[in-house]
């Protein structure tokens, strides 16, 4: 077992990540302390990307979803020719990117995804949003197939315990749908799990609907519901058929017609900091427990 490097100030993304950066590193360090003392490496899997370590991935497609979204896809191509290592991470987990420039560096946190179940033909892919002053979102939006880039991870802490809650009542606003998808896909795909999800998510415009197509898919299973609120008026109205896509913002009243709500419930909220703690408070004003919302 390799000695863990000491990772920097501008390694952490300062996201308030669960474990950090330098926490992930206090834990490695224990375990190559044990292993130099006993010679056994505990509790760790091998993973084709490292959590202290960055990785280097090569764009093999880059697909515009809309006018400010693209999907990025990423594989690592220089693997040795007997190394067999899967990229693998937990549902609702993100990958830390480092975007180096002539002034230094930084980091930003993404959420993996894997479009096509079992594909062998790339690794992970990301969903990104460009924003006029964002500096690595410009830099994403910039890249080619072929481009390489720096990765880490994964990071996150949340657990899915098979029916553990009745209900898992997700809030997702623009890209924060992209941690809820690996959720979705991974309790539906179970069918030994019960939980019954609703998913309530926040657009700005029916052309900013991303993974839309694999939400309508997952509404043929018994114990999924969803509901897509859109900030501007759609211009053609051209939905599938009984697609739940409803020309308003997300009320109060909407989350209210769910209740009682009970410890049996889990709540996930992922969005901006003002959507997050908007109804982070709307909840523990409707008594739900602080360990039953989740925020990514």
Known sequence: MKQPEEPNKED??????????????????????????????????????????????????????????????FKKLNKEKNEIQKIWWNPGDHFLL??????????????????????????????VKQYHTGLVSKYLHSLKEGDQTLWRGPFGSYEIIPNKYTRLIMLAQGTGITPFISIIDKILNNEDDFTKIVLFYCCSSE???????????????????????????????????????????????????????TINDQFLLCGSKLFINEYKCFLQNENVLHENIVSF
Request: aromatic share 14%; glycine share 4%; charged share 20%.
């Open 98 to 127: 480092k975007y180096c420039f002539d002034t230094g560096s930084c980091t930003r946190a993404y959420t993996p995804i894997k479009m096509t179940p079992h594909s062998q033909e790339f690794d992970f892919s990301i969903i």
């Open 12 to 73: 952490c993304c300062n996201s308030g990540c669960s474990p950090c950066i330098f926490e992930v590193y206090e834990k490695q360090l224990r375990l190559y302390k044990n292993f130099q003392e006993c010679g056994e490496i505990l509790d760790q899997k091998e993973n084709g990307i490292s959590q202290l370590e960055y990785t280097t991935f090569t764009v093999i497609n880059v697909n515009s979803l809309c006018d400010f979204h693209k999907i990025i896809t």
């Open 207 to 261: 052309d900013k609907i991303l993974l839309r197509n694999e939400l309508y898919t997952y509404k043929s299973f018994w114990n999924f519901t969803y509901k897509i609120f859109l900030n501007s008026l759609s211009k053609n109205g051209a939905h599938k058929y009984h697609e739940p896509v409803h020309n308003q913002k997300l009320k109060y009243d909407d989350l209210l017609v769910l209740k009682p709500f």
